[in-house]
């Protein structure tokens, strides 16, 4: 079991109110999980332009959209959280930023499909140090009890970034070239990273997490203090953790549902349900936006409010809303018109990422002040690879199968074989469920 104990704040202690600086931090992180969105994102949402020009199939669009970009990704973000963990976080962030950044504005510029992976898994690369560091980063500027409020704001960069993705790319690549929306997203990442390097500040390491009446009573010795962890026992930590490998597993299967459908949902509302690009630009721009945001916010105070009674709600709290997405997201698919396609998919926007912020709150709860970027990255290493790297690519591969003998609704095939996979997550977050009852009952007898 993670030892959890440094998240705990002493009975009668002051908690720390999170200041002014903070919140500045908070939307200069949140502002940068936009661009790293946005930036993973634009291949799907120019799909139809870049499918045209370069001549890309289904399936080679889901390996540029999935596997190839998660391959990178995933891995790397190990070594990267195990090197944040020892160094300064905010500078991995800010040279992270900007790899990725020049990655993006270079995939403007391939003219052939070889050119654009590579492009492409050098933004995974330069990704890899963004996210995890972030969490860390977070979790010491804000303490204990606020921080799942902290993380879902933060973790609105997904729909925020996917929201701004469609509204600006599509209405750059309709009046302009989709080339142009890669170019431009990418310098904008390039400054990001110079505010970040010279604005962020690097906050202490586990800061919050020890009470002030405790903090003030002097060590005996030194040698007190418990040794830095090693990466691979970091590593054997995670995966032998019942509560954050079963936490892991339920949100791997529900990112092979999100990733597939965000990878190819434009590609499928245009070519199947009749939309343009400006309709993208407006109307799917509209849908991410406040769905996917709601779902972020309503699901990290739903935690703050309930996990400090009931923790199994870390598990609970998504197994509920993907029970309530999954028909509606059978509504989405099956809908004749992209009108009423988008009336369906506007609820499981955000019912499908009530898992994010939970997940994320419960996995830096859970580790050690010094161990929360690399269980950070582990977290990231098996649900990315998964739904990142399987979900898109399985999909585009399961259109083209269809597409043999039903080329007109090849994809709304492919989507039907999706919902399976809601069964599989709403087991596993109910399995991750028990077993945080089960940790809560033990430490009630020990107690």
């Known amino acids: 079991m993670a030892d959890a104990s440094s998240s705990i704040i002493a009975p009668g202690a002051p908690a720390a109110r999170p200041g002014l600086r903070a919140w500045i931090v908070l939307a200069i992180l949140c502002f940068v999980y936009v661009l790293n969105f946005l930036d993973r994102q634009l291949l799907g949402i120019l799909a139809k332009p870049i499918q045209d020009e370069l001549g890309v199939t289904d399936g080679q669009l889901g390996l540029l959209t999935g596997f190839y970009f998660a391959l990178f990704y995933c891995f790397l973000a190990i070594p990267v959280g195990w090197l944040a963990d020892r ?12 790899l990725w950044s020049a990655a993006t504005a ?44 902290a993380l879902s704001l ?41 505010i970040i390097w010279f604005f962020v500040r690097e906050p202490k390491k586990g800061g919050l997490d020890v009470a002030p009446a405790e903090a003030a009573v002097p060590q005996a010795e030194p040698a007190a203090a418990q040794p830095r962890p090693g990466f691979w026992a970091t590593c054997k930590m995670f995966f032998t953790d019942p509560v954050l490998l079963r936490c892991a597993l339920a949100c791997a299967a529900t990112q092979f549902i999100t990733y ?24 799917y721009a509209l849908v991410v936006l406040f769905g996917a945001s709601a779902g972020m916010l309503v699901s990290g105070r739903l935690v703050d409010l309930f996990a400090r009674r009931w923790k199994s709600a870390y598990g609970y709290v998504p197994a509920i809303g993907l029970a309530l997405a999954a028909p509606l997201f059978i509504g989405f698919i099956w809908a004749p018109s992209w009108q009423l396609a988008l009336m369906f998919l506007l609820l499981p ?27 950070g990255a582990l977290l990231l290493l098996v649900m990315n690879m998964v739904g990142l790297g399987f979900g898109p690519t399985y999909l585009g591969f399961a259109s083209d199968f269809f597409a043999r003998t039903n080329p007109d609704n090849s994809l709304q095939l492919a989507f039907y074989t999706l919902t399976p996979f809601y069964l599989l997550a709403i087991g596993l977050f109910l399995w991750l469920a028990r077993a945080l009852r089960q940790q809560s009952q033990s430490k009630e007898v020990a107690a």
């Open 106 to 149: 270079a995939c403007g510029m391939a003219t052939s499909y070889p050119q654009l992976a590579l492009a492409r898994m050098a933004v995974g690369v330069g990704e890899a140090g963004g996210v995890p560091p972030s969490y860390a980063i977070i979790s010491d500027y804000f303490p204990p009890g606020s921080r799942g409020t």
């Open 154 to 194: 933060f973790n609105m960069g997904p729909p925020i970034g996917m929201a701004l993705g469609v509204a600006f790319g599509a209405s750059i690549a309709s009046t302009y070239s989709w080339r142009f929306a890669f170019i431009w997203v990418g310098v904008i990442g390039v400054i990001t990273a110079v």
């Open 260 to 283: 597939a459908l965000l990878g190819f949902a434009v590609l499928f509302l245009m070519r199947e349900k009749g939309m343009t690009l400006e309709d993208v630009a407006v109307w």
């Open 349 to 375: 926007m955000g019912l499908n990422y009530f898992y994010l912020s939970p997940a994320v709150t419960l996995v830096q709860e859970e580790v050690r002040p010094d161990q929360r970027v690399l269980a």
């Open 87 to 98: 160094t300064n976080r905010t500078r991995v962030l800010a040279v992270a930023c900007g």
